[in-house]
């Protein structure tokens, strides 16, 4: 047999990929959707008595995670219902999974909180506004993501005081933006949807009403203050040379550097060397290209560090490496478990967890950082654990949402609900999602409606950590 007819063999066995559907049927699928489970439904939220312990909930995820970083977690927590929420995605994803779906599935974010939105520099070194956080990120139900950034919105006004009525148009302009940015990428061809972002010129387009003069200037801030959070920023923020030797500085239990982190010399730097390895074998899922602009650096020290609210306790390593001893470069190697959302949603259908954040986050955002990718290791307690990698700082920036009036939060949760909007069209059927949504306000009035049920909800369960950490039930160290 020779090779050519071997190669005709193979493709005819490999079936073909099944064409979308017309648009029409598409549509049609959408709005049938509607009559199978209407909009009005998704202002259902009632908890019953067989709901899962949030407390529990979390308690479980903690059982894989570094023990003596748990009380971080929890004390941050503790700290604020809005907190509270940031690290509570699974028992959001418990509580959603009993609610109304439309059977239309996308690449989900799985934690779309209002703080998990953010601006980064793209390759092209413009500041693009995304999302940023993908821990969570697997197929799933669309609604999901809508009511977890409606109740994030919900739950930061209580948390800044505002009025019932400031709230309420505050959700509604969010999920309205999302509902009038599907309808928009409908209309649009597959190119033009996967080219779409939201850059600083394109903010002003997204928002339904014009920037006051405070608004540009905090826009402007922020913009000017994520342009300082590069890797040069970095290196006065993190190391200093020792001995005319960079070293990325100790700030124990946040910053621990692996020197710090294990006694014994020997076993440092067979630790040490067990990091080459997991960094060759990361470079190998990287472009070839950008393997070669990463050989251009060399690795000079590393530290574990602690992120986030909901993530302290997972695995989290700084990388710092420099070229001519001069010019630096750090990277994160964070680790990845399964998804909150696989539980209810079902399996990502990757092995590796730290490819399902990478593909996810590449499905979901405009741009991705040049070095993003994935490795499955045997950590230093000699279990194989699943990472994904990326650049520590490129610019990244967020808006503080203490700070934030009614105003500017109706604006920036638009730019939240057009960016929401576009990662689900990017992978799911966007004609079938707009017209399930409607050109009408029904889905945003229910939506507004579940997160104020769910913001009470949320405030229950602070309170019950709370409790548990006054009982003695959880060990929390506030203020870290």
């Known amino acids: 047999m020779t090779r050519s007819t071997t190669t005709r063999r193979k493709r005819a066995a490999t079936p073909a990929p099944t064409p979308p559907a017309p648009r029409e049927r598409r549509a049609a699928q959408g709005r049938a959707a509607r009559a199978e489970v209407p909009r009005e439904s998704h202002a259902q939220f009632t908890p019953g008595p067989d709901r899962a312990d949030p407390i529990s909930l979390l308690e479980g995820q903690g059982l894989d995670r570094v023990p003596e970083l748990l009380p971080i977690r929890y ?6 219902e809005f907190a509270f929420f940031r690290g509570a995605a699974l028992p959001m994803a418990s509580d959603l999974a009993r609610t109304p779906r439309s059977g239309l599935t996308v690449q989900a974010c799985g934690d779309a909180h209002l703080s998990n939105f953010g601006l980064f520099a793209s390759p092209e070194r413009r500041l693009v506004f995304d999302i940023n956080d993908f821990d969570e990120t697997t197929p799933g139900p669309w609604e999901w993501d809508v009511k977890r950034l409606a109740a994030s919105l919900e739950i930061a006004g209580r948390s800044n005081g505002y009025p019932a009525k400031a709230r309420r148009r505050i959700v509604l302009a969010a999920v309205a933006a999302y509902r009038r940015a599907m309808r928009e990428f409908a209309g649009m061809d597959a190119l033009g949807v996967w080219y779409a972002h939201a850059d600083m010129a394109r903010v002003q387009d997204v928002i339904s009403r014009p920037l006051t003069d405070r608004q540009r200037k905090t826009l402007a801030k922020t913009a000017a203050k994520a342009q300082t959070k590069d890797n040069m920023g970095a290196l006065s923020r993190f190391a200093a040379v020792h001995d005319g030797v960079a070293q990325i500085d100790a700030e124990p239990p946040l910053v621990v550097p692996l020197r710090d982190l294990i006694a014994d010399p020997a076993e440092a730097r067979a630790a040490e060397d067990g ?31 602690v992120v986030g609210v909901g993530s302290v306790g997972t695995r989290s390593w700084m990388f710092l490496f420099l070229e001519d001893d001069t010019y630096p470069l750090f990277l994160q190697a964070k680790e990845a478990g399964p998804s909150v959302l696989e539980a209810f949603a079902g399996p990502s259908g990757f092995d590796n967890a730290g490819q399902r954040v990478v593909v996810g986050q590449r499905l979901m955002q405009a741009v991705s950082d040049i070095f993003l990718g994935f490795v499955r290791v045997p950590g230093l307690d000699g279990v194989p654990r699943d990472f994904y990698v990326r650049q520590l700082r490129d610019w990244k920036g967020s808006v503080e949402v203490e700070a934030m009036v009614p105003e500017g939060m109706v604006a920036y949760g638009e730019i939240c609900g057009w960016t929401l909007a576009r990662a689900h069209a990017r992978s799911g059927d966007r004609v079938a999602l707009a017209a399930y949504l409607g050109g009408g306000p029904a889905f945003d009035e229910a939506v507004r409606e579940f997160a104020d049920a769910y913001a ?13 950490i006054a009982a003695g039930r959880i060990t929390a160290e506030a203020g870290v």
């Open 75 to 80: 004390g941050r927590m503790a700290s604020s």
């Open 275 to 305: 990091v080459r390895e997991i960094l060759w074998t990361y470079a190998q899922t990287l472009e070839p290209e950008r393997r070669v602009l990463l050989d251009r650096y060399r690795l000079v020290d590393l530290a574990r560090k």
């Open 456 to 468: 009470d909800q949320n405030e229950r369960d602070h309170l019950a950590l709370v409790e548990a």
